[in-house]
């Protein structure tokens, strides 16, 4: 088998990217491969000075270049795909050259506000692509550059979460809570998520911190809202048990690269309101249907009378399209192909 590195701004974090990345890492390791993972910040095999997306400094490319030493092939976790970190992407084209490389591609500079006129990644000869939606290869194409599409996969049979527990610790009690499974960011359109749980008289649990410099106005949101709003996760409790202890998940961001939560309300069986960011419309061409962030009627009647069956016909479809267990048998010959350059 071969020694894989597994690159990234930042890894083993809650982040899209880092939840992605580590999805990938097991498939790698399930196919027999020996993985070793770099990154700029947080929890990583090798950190790297200067790769994270918040630095402003030099790149320690020699340091770079050891910790990918012994690679057969490295896969780039979107550290060239947006240009948070100019020094970063050009440190990392530069160690790859030559090598064996997949680049994976979360998001894109032209589907962010301003980035219409940035350049494509690169190409080479020993390099290849990966979206993780048809419309970013459909981009990459219309910009010269081939991909493959692979749709992030998913723990379907996720072990339970403490419902009782976790709302104790939350600090509610009988009421209807929404859960906001994300950071709170701009694109994530916390005032949407408000405006829901605000007309379903729920209380909005937003699970992740405030990034990208929306404190601020994060706290004039949670200041002005008419609803209680809880953030953060309290001590000792998971990703599972936020699902178990919510009864309705709220998606109501503008852009996502994918949208995770889509499919772990599928698999934690709750009820999902979501607004229709344009990628919404290849997942729920598979056949998955959900309650649209407008459709206040719809969600209220769905929380009095949950449609059970509902709820197991998109499990179904989830195991059809987006099951973690098919992921090495989806990576396997993308893997298979890009190794046999290297020999």
């Not at 890894?11 to 993985?35: F, T």
């Not at 270049?65 to 970063?88: H, I, K, M, W």
């Not at 949407?192 to 405030?210: F, N, Q, V």
């Not at 994918?258 to 729920?284: C, D, K, M, Q």
């Amino acid at each position: 088998m071969a020694r894989v590195g597994v690159v990234s701004y930042r890894l083993g974090g809650v982040d899209g990217v880092s939840v992605e990345a580590a999805k990938w890492v097991g498939a790698l390791r399930a196919l027999g491969h020996e993985v070793v993972t770099v990154a700029g910040e947080g929890t990583a095999d090798r950190l790297v000075g200067g790769l994270s997306y918040r630095d402003a400094g030099p790149v320690d490319e020699a340091a770079l270049a050891r910790a990918l030493e012994g690679c057969d092939l490295v896969v780039v976790e979107n550290l060239v795909s947006l240009p948070l970190n100019p020094r970063a992407v050009e440190a990392t084209y530069e160690v790859l050259r030559d090598r064996a490389a997949l680049f994976r591609h979360h998001d894109l500079p032209w589907q962010r506000p301003g980035g219409a006129d940035a350049p494509p990644p690169r190409t080479g000869p020993r390099w290849r692509h990966v979206t993780i939606n048809e419309l970013s290869r459909a981009g990459l194409a219309e910009r010269g550059v081939e991909a493959t599409t692979l749709y992030n996969a998913f723990d379907l049979d996720p072990p339970p979460g403490e419902r009782r527990a976790t709302r104790e610790r939350l600090g509610v009690g009988e009421e209807r809570v929404a859960l906001m499974p994300s950071r709170a960011i701009a694109r994530k359109n916390v005032p949407g998520a408000l405006a829901l749980s605000e007309a379903l008289g729920a209380t909005l649990w937003i699970l992740g911190p405030p990034e990208d410099g929306y404190d601020a106005e994060l706290a004039r949101l949670v200041e002005r809202s008419a609803v209680a709003v809880r953030q953060g996760r309290p001590p000792g409790v998971g990703v599972a048990d936020a699902y178990a202890a919510c009864d309705l998940v709220v998606v109501a961001s503008t852009w996502e690269g994918f949208g995770n939560p889509v499919l772990e309300s599928v698999a934690h069986r709750r009820p999902l309101a979501v607004h229709p960011y344009p990628v919404l419309a290849e997942i729920t061409a598979t056949g998955l249907a959900f309650f649209d962030l407008a459709d206040v009627e719809g969600v209220a009647a769905e929380l009095d009378r949950p449609d059970l069956a509902r709820r197991e016909a998109n499990l179904s479809v989830a195991r059809a399209h987006f099951d973690l267990a098919d992921l090495p048998y989806r990576l396997a010959p993308l893997v298979g192909d890009l190794l046999a350059t290297s020999r």
